[in-house]
């Protein structure tokens, strides 16, 4: 039997007068304790295993209503992907494919500038001012390089070559962006004036769905 277990009532309430602030240390232990039923001086010590429970369920609730949010937030970013595929795949061109795709973004999506760079030439697209046909191997995409050979895309705020190439003269508008692949096909980005709105270490799963949702819809009219 170790020296701990030898300790009788009287040593372990002395130990406690000489350690006041054990329960600061080890809050859970005031939850545990068994008080007598009459006022007194333990009247401060229930007191506070109330204080401790309160604390734990206020906490509780609010890991709740946020695990509420995010599957809420999910769900609907669910239903916005099937309508954004059954949109893509109703189009009849490869030029209206990439126009519902940017109108969808910015609509549905409520991105404040999308940019949506091709990599091949489509037919009766023309560039505009949230498009730009730029071919694989163009100087341009060099600061993109790396994220071309993957396939996770970023979020946050872009480093200034990949700002500049995306956003142009508007780049000055953009304080976060998305920006993903369309595999063999574009670079999609959409830019928010909020520097919140896209962060680093935020999923990313939605954005790839969409990126393959699109590269589908293309690869129809490619030859």
Partial sequence: MSDTEKLGAHEVAAWLRRHPTVL?????LATSLVLPRE????ASLASYQLDVLRE????????????????QENERLSVRIHQLTLLLMRQDSAADTVRAMAASLAEDFNGDLVRVVLLREVPDVEAAGWLQVIPAGDARLVPFADFLAGDEPLCGRLQPAKHDVLYGAQAGEVQSSAL??????ALVAVGSGDPN??????????????????AA???RYAH
Avoid: H, I
């Fill in 24 to 28: 600061q240390q080890f809050p859970d």
């Fill in 39 to 42: 006022a007194g001086p333990a």
């Fill in 56 to 71: 734990k369920n206020r906490e509780l609730t609010r890991r709740l209503n946020e695990l509420f949010a995010n599957a």
């Fill in 180 to 185: 993903f692949t369309v595999p063999g096909f």
């Fill in 197 to 214: 709105r896209f962060y680093p270490g935020m999923g990313t799963l939605f954005l790839r769905m969409m990126g393959e949702a699109f």
């Fill in 217 to 219: 819809a293309l690869s």
